[in-house]
């Protein structure tokens, strides 16, 4: 069955700090993987995806995924976070038709 | 290029009411999904489809949901008769090509439901 885990459900850091947004999965093959944002009252927009080759990924806004086949995990990472990047993330496995949301990591940009 | 639109942006009504939510995809995208989030969750799938036939409709409760997407353009889900853990936001979404998740699904801004 899938299925993903985000296991931090709230995260605060500093602004300017670095972060790193944790994903596992279950799927019965490996799966296309994405990251989405979810800032208040918008839409979700993509961050980035990985279909296949390099595993490190590079997305909009300064964010990276890194894809670990031996860990079935697809971490999200920022060197240097700002304070708009205050939102929801919800990383998503995807199939043939479809994407499977994780639950989500708040992230909350303290000054 | 205008993004996917939504209509309303929120709606209060009692139970056993009726509800309609209205979706606008990107021009030219054949893909169109419907999603519930609810509170504290993330999306999950309702309703695909690919132009105006349905292509996963496996987690969409039957018995009182139900969508269509007229001449495989705009769309509307329904839902009637609403129940109170019908409460969340439902996000449409859609993607250029004809399915797949390799494609990028473009999100509308959602319509948050209340029951009461």
């Known amino acids: 069955a899938q299925s993903v885990t985000q296991p931090d459900i709230h995260i605060t850091v500093s602004e300017g700090a670095s972060l790193e947004l944790r994903c596992n999965y279950s799927?019965?093959?490996?799966?296309?993987l994405f990251w989405y944002v979810q800032s208040p009252g918008q839409g979700l927009q993509l961050l980035l995806k990985y279909f296949s080759g390099d595993t490190l990924v590079q997305g909009i806004k300064g964010f990276e995924a890194e894809f670990k086949r031996s860990q079935s995990s697809f971490n999200l990472r920022k060197p240097s976070v700002h304070w708009s990047d205050a939102a929801e993330y919800f990383c998503a496995p995807g199939g043939a038709n479809n994407l499977f949301f994780g639950t989500g990591t708040r992230l909350t940009v303290i000054p | 290029e205008a993004g996917v639109a939504q209509s309303p942006r929120y709606k209060i009504i009692e139970k056993r009411q009726s509800v309609a939510f209205w979706c606008n995809p990107i021009s030219g995208h054949a893909t169109l999904y419907w999603y519930q989030q609810i509170l504290g969750q993330g999306p999950k799938l309702l309703i695909q489809?690919?132009?105006?036939?349905?292509?996963?409709d496996s987690q969409l409760p039957k018995d009182r949901f139900s969508a269509e997407r007229l001449k495989g353009v705009d769309s509307t889900l329904k839902i009637q008769p609403a129940k109170l853990e019908d409460s969340a936001v439902y996000l449409c979404?859609?993607?250029?090509?004809?399915?797949?998740?390799?494609?990028?699904?473009?999100f509308g801004p959602g319509t948050r439901l209340t029951v009461l």
């Open positions: 799927y019965g093959a490996t799966p296309y």
């Open positions: 979404a859609s993607s250029l090509v004809a399915g797949g998740s390799t494609d990028t699904q473009y």
């Open positions: 489809f690919q132009n105006n036939g349905v292509v996963d």
